[in-house]
């Protein structure tokens, strides 16, 4: 007879297969797909989605779990293996299937009407699906278990170990700072300058950029390839193969840049996951924090440095003449403005975080019953208000901006945040690790950085839950210090106050 551990490793890698012929199927939907194709390949993504959910959540893998989870002689590696594909298929089972399937079809009507309601600035015609996804998501969080807040129980899916009560925590120090300093940067700050960058560049000429930087960061092309799409994402095919996708403004030249970047981070990441974990429910990131981490780190703490600037402005000029007067202290200036803004995704790195501490915590007071679905946008309004001193003129720019609460994604947005602060205190340790480190992005070299992150982050996929890793590589627990230190150093430099 085989043994249960070689037979629950075939299991995962027929997974793992599946999914990979999955993840080459959305990527080609998402950017080199013809139009007429669309409705078929919708189908036989369904067809395969589904297999891939049977086989996860299939006797024979539980059997397996429970046996190989009394076992002591499993490896380190295999152990990690069985507690992370435990804790999915445990939650996947938790939920009464004909209830999913309720709520399946309950999401799609609702995303539907999310959008149409967004394009008519109509929370109204939204409001009942969205009461709906909140329904389901309690429903959910009482069948997963939970021990102090229901919102526990959803946070699970994105950031393991991390709860309702940790984010506050970690919250209230960096809303304290952030909203008079951004208030400060407003009153008193010197906005940089970006006049000079008006004008039309050409996509060529665009990408062209992009893969300097790239190639740079140390992103391996012989391991994955850059496209064009209108919503960037990072798609991990399969081992050896972890493509990116970016959009480039004909008006902008840098937005597409970091977008690239920001990509090319959660890319590194991936590259970086070794072949022994291939197939074992331990390849991937270890929470999509820590995922964000790594993106938001090459994004804005590399990418918008001054030293990083000192490197890319000859490539810049060289690329875009009209940019040829343009000094290296213009241009890290000019990628540095922070503006109070309505819509999250096009926030600075100082606001950013602010977006989603409204959006946290108005999500909690809906899982918990404190917030009713009615008084959403008048909420919405007075907290941009109070954090950002701006105010929506309609829905659409307000409560109906992001997709993800029509489609029951309730828990997801503080993996976003937390990004940004893991990021800071991540950098802050390979600073004191690495000394020299900005003079290495001076002269165009971040293969230290690459190494460091390799090290302590990459090479471990799932092995460790988030705020145990950062543990390790930090001695510390997650905290915003770090980015508040970051920031304002930054910023008060840039802005001269
Ligand atoms: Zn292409
Ligand atoms: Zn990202």
Same mark, same amino acid.
């Given at each position: 007879m085989t043994d249960t551990l070689t037979r629950y490793k075939e299991h995962l890698r027929e997974i793992g297969k599946l999914s990979s012929s999955l993840a080459l199927l959305h990527w080609d939907q998402r950017t080199h797909l013809p139009e007429k194709g669309h409705a078929a390949r919708a189908e036989v993504i369904g067809k395969l989605a589904k297999m891939v959910f049977e086989l996860s959540i299939s006797d024979d893998l539980g059997r397996y779990i429970e046996e190989l989870e009394t076992r002591d002689d499993l490896s380190p590696q295999d152990k990690a293996s069985v507690r992370v594909v435990g804790r999915d298929y445990r939650r996947h089972k938790a939920i009464p299937p004909d209830l999913f399937e309720k709520f399946a079809i309950a999401r799609s009507k609702s995303e539907t009407a999310w959008e149409k309601a967004k394009a008519a600035s109509d929370f109204a015609a939204f409001r009942p699906h969205l009461e709906e996804m909140i329904d389901y998501s309690r429903q959910f969080a009482e069948y997963y278990g /939970? #021990? =102090?807040? +229901? /919102?526990d129980a959803l946070i699970e899916d994105y950031e393991p170990g991390m709860t309702a009560a940790k984010l506050k925590e970690i919250i209230a120090p960096l809303r304290d700072a952030l909203v008079p300093f951004i208030k400060r940067l407003g009153e008193d700050g010197t906005k940089p300058r970006t006049d000079f960058i008006r004008g039309s560049f050409p996509e060529d000429k665009q990408q062209e950029l992009s893969l300097h930087a790239l190639s740079a960061i140390g992103y391996d092309f012989h391991a994955g390839r850059l496209d064009t799409t209108v919503h960037p994402f990072t798609i991990g095919v399969g081992p050896g193969d972890v493509r990116i996708t970016t959009r480039f403004l004909s008006d902008d030249p840098f937005s597409g840049l970091y977008s690239s970047i920001h990509e090319g981070g959660h890319a590194l990441y991936e590259q970086g996951i070794p072949d022994e974990l291939r197939w074992t429910g331990l390849d991937d990131g270890a929470s999509m924090g820590i995922h964000e981490s790594q993106s938001r780190m090459w994004e804005n703490m590399v990418g918008r440095s001054r030293a990083f600037w000192e490197f890319f402005t000859p490539i810049t000029t060289g690329v875009f003449s009209q940019l040829s007067a343009a000094a290296a202290d213009d241009l890290y200036r000019a990628v540095n403005v922070v503006e109070p803004s309505l819509v999250r995704v096009e926030a600075d790195e100082v606001t950013y975080n602010l977006h989603i501490m409204l959006r946290f915590e108005l999500e909690e007071g809906l899982i918990n019953g404190r917030i009713a679905v009615n008084d959403l946008p008048q909420l919405w309004n007075e907290a941009m208000d109070r954090y950002l001193g701006v105010t929506p003129a309609d829905d659409a720019h307000g409560v109906l901006q992001d997709v993800h609460w029509s489609g029951g994604m309730l828990g997801y947005f503080p993996s976003y945040m937390l990004g940004n602060l893991y990021a800071a205190q991540l950098f802050a340790a390979a600073h004191r690790d690495i000394p020299g480190l900005e003079e290495d992005f001076a002269r165009g070299e971040f293969s230290r950085l690459l190494t460091w992150l390799r090290e302590k982050i990459h090479q471990f996929g799932r092995i460790y839950d988030p705020i145990d890793l950062l543990e390790r590589v930090t001695? =510390? #627990? +997650?905290?915003s210090k770090y980015f508040i230190d970051y920031i304002t150093q930054k910023y008060s430099e840039i802005y001269k106050i």
């Open positions: /939970y #021990k =102090e807040n +229901p /919102y001695g =510390e #627990k +997650p905290d």
